[in-house]
């Protein structure tokens, strides 16, 4: 979902503005919620012309639009379920969260960010869908999977997912002599960037690195090198060997001088598809969708590269932004609810009618396989780029998500804020700082393989 159309990325800021509330809530839930005693199970052998019933559905813009397209092909399997899509906005989260607090005023199905549900799956207030969609495990990609399970029950179910790579403007390569073929690590584009700049006469930068910003970027990288904020025991891990590779790697990039500083989802973020001032966007799949919508005059002038590794022969893959289906468990109509979902999420047909209409790049792997994945995209230029961001996917390590994850994210948001603001010297500094930090404002353990452990002094 690109991030006009569903705000997949959340901004900083509006991640801060709701911790306080959501905290509050969260801590209700806690004291109210346990989990159902029993995963819910589909009847035996019941037609899908015997599931009747009216749903209802909270989804955001781009999502809901998805939805709602899909109605008449699910319609034709399930004629006697009425199906109502709401179209909201993505704090229809923290809606959410208050309808699940009081125990009435939920939807039947909603759609979450993948990096919130963890906040969400620990209350015990959603359905526990083990029984009907664990047969999938193997049919999803697995680092979206990990995160819908709470205390081995299934919770969510992927939806969306963002694997990330190199779009990039191919008369400016053409123009500078640059082939984006030989760009195959972060140095590597580093200097290709350089060169676009030099021989631009300073015209045209590589990419946006705001420093107000470096989260984002921090995370795709920190994913792609194997590292955790958190480890798989949700202590605190992200002061490690493999965070200062990537702090080395944004200093390197910062101090290249091939990056521009204006803040991302903007207007000057957008305009600059339309100009030469950028030459290349490391984004995920989703952002395709944004070119369109904002640059549709450019169609043919783009292509893709995969993502560079941190190291010669390193990975070249790696993810930002996604998106889940939960059911809350208040839900009366288990079964026109699950068949919805099933038939949205679990299906080639439907996934593939997604992706084609708004660019929703499944997380469901038999899609992979259906012809529209070979197909050639005029809009780059006859490239087969929904194979390119297929590519290692199975690959891409999860990272784990806890309950408080956004504040996590926003803490570390700040901190490599302050770094660059400081100059970006000793990041092992930063790094041990906000070990303490989350530590203490999150009342997490840290992990056994911190730095503060396993170095000495």
């Given at each position: 979902m690109n991030k006009s159309g569903s705000d997949k990325v959340i901004f900083f800021t509006a991640v801060c503005g709701r911790i306080v509330v959501a905290a509050a809530v969260w801590l209700a839930l806690c004291a109210n919620g346990a989990a159902a005693d029993e995963p819910f199970k589909m009847p035996?052998?019941?037609?899908?012309?015997?599931?009747?019933?009216?749903?209802?559905?909270?989804?955001?813009?781009?999502?809901?639009?998805?939805?709602?397209?899909?109605?008449?092909?699910?319609?034709?399997?399930?004629?006697?379920?009425?199906?109502?899509?709401?179209?909201?906005?993505?704090?229809v989260q923290q809606r959410l969260l208050l309808s699940l607090s009081a125990g009435v005023g939920a939807p039947d199905i909603t759609q979450l960010l993948g990096m919130e549900t963890q906040r969400y799956t620990f209350t015990g207030e959603l359905m526990d869908l083990t029984g009907v969609a664990g047969q999938y495990e193997k049919d999803f990609v697995p680092s979206t999977w990990q995160n819908c399970l709470y205390n081995g029950k299934l919770c969510a179910i992927p939806w969306d997912f963002g694997p990330c790579a190199v779009f990039y403007k191919r008369h400016i390569f053409k123009l500078y002599g640059i082939d984006p073929n030989k760009i195959e690590t972060w140095d590597d584009y580093i200097a290709a960037?350089?060169?676009?700049?030099?021989?631009?006469?300073?015209?045209?930068?590589?990419?946006?690195?705001?420093?107000?910003?470096?989260?984002?970027?921090?995370?795709?990288?920190?994913?792609?090198?194997?590292?955790?904020?958190?480890?798989?025991?949700?202590?605190?891990?992200?002061?490690?060997?493999?965070?200062?590779?990537?702090?080395?790697?944004?200093?390197?990039?910062?101090?290249?001088?091939?990056?521009?500083?204006?803040?991302?989802?903007?207007?000057?973020?957008?305009?600059?598809?339309?100009?030469?001032?950028?030459?290349?966007?490391?984004?995920?799949?989703?952002?395709?969708?944004?070119?369109?919508?904002?640059?549709?005059?450019?169609?043919?002038?783009?292509?893709?590269?995969?993502?560079?590794?941190?190291?010669?022969?390193?990975?070249?893959?790696?993810?930002?932004?996604?998106?889940?289906?939960?059911?809350?468990?208040?839900?009366?109509?288990?079964?026109?609810?699950?068949?919805?979902?099933?038939?949205?999420?679990?299906?080639?047909?439907?996934?593939?009618?997604?992706?084609?209409?708004?660019?929703?790049?499944?997380?469901?792997?038999?899609?992979?396989?259906?012809?529209?994945?070979?197909?050639?995209?005029?809009?780059?230029?006859?490239?087969?780029?929904?194979?390119?961001?297929?590519?290692?996917?199975e690959k891409i390590p999860p990272l784990n998500r806890t309950k408080d994850w956004p504040e996590g994210q926003a803490y570390l948001a700040q901190s490599l804020t302050g770094w660059a603001s400081r100059g970006m010297g000793e990041p092992e500094k930063m790094l041990a700082e906000l070990e303490k930090k989350l530590c203490r404002r999150l009342s997490r353990e840290i992990a056994p393989t911190s730095l503060k452990f396993t170095r000495k002094n």
């Open positions: 035996a052998n019941k037609s899908p012309q015997k599931i009747r019933g009216e749903i209802n559905v909270w989804a955001w813009t781009i999502a809901a639009g998805s939805l709602q397209k899909l109605l008449p092909l699910f319609n034709e399997k399930y004629p006697n379920i009425k199906v109502n899509i709401s179209k909201t906005g993505w704090q960037g350089k060169v676009i700049f030099e021989k631009s006469n300073g015209k045209t930068k590589m990419f946006h690195l705001p420093t107000g910003m470096l989260f984002e970027v921090y995370l795709i990288l920190i994913q792609q090198n194997g590292g955790q904020l958190f480890d798989d025991q949700g202590r605190i891990a992200v002061n490690s060997d493999k965070s200062l590779q990537v702090m080395a790697l944004l200093k390197r990039m910062l101090d290249s001088g091939v990056t521009v500083n204006d803040p991302l989802y903007t207007h000057a973020h957008y305009a600059s598809l339309r100009s030469d001032s950028v030459a290349t966007y490391p984004m995920a799949a989703w952002w395709g969708g944004t070119i369109k919508d904002y640059a549709p005059e450019t169609k043919g002038d783009w292509g893709i590269f995969r993502l560079p590794a941190l190291e010669p022969g390193g990975l070249r893959a790696s993810s930002s932004g996604g998106s889940v289906l939960v059911i809350p468990d208040q839900c009366k109509n288990k079964e026109a609810v699950w068949a919805f979902v099933d038939f949205a999420l679990c299906n080639t047909r439907a996934q593939i009618e997604q992706y084609k209409n708004f660019d929703l790049f499944p997380t469901w792997l038999p899609a992979y396989k259906d012809p529209f994945f070979d197909e050639p995209d005029p809009f780059y230029g006859g490239q087969k780029v929904r194979l390119l961001f297929a590519q290692d996917i």
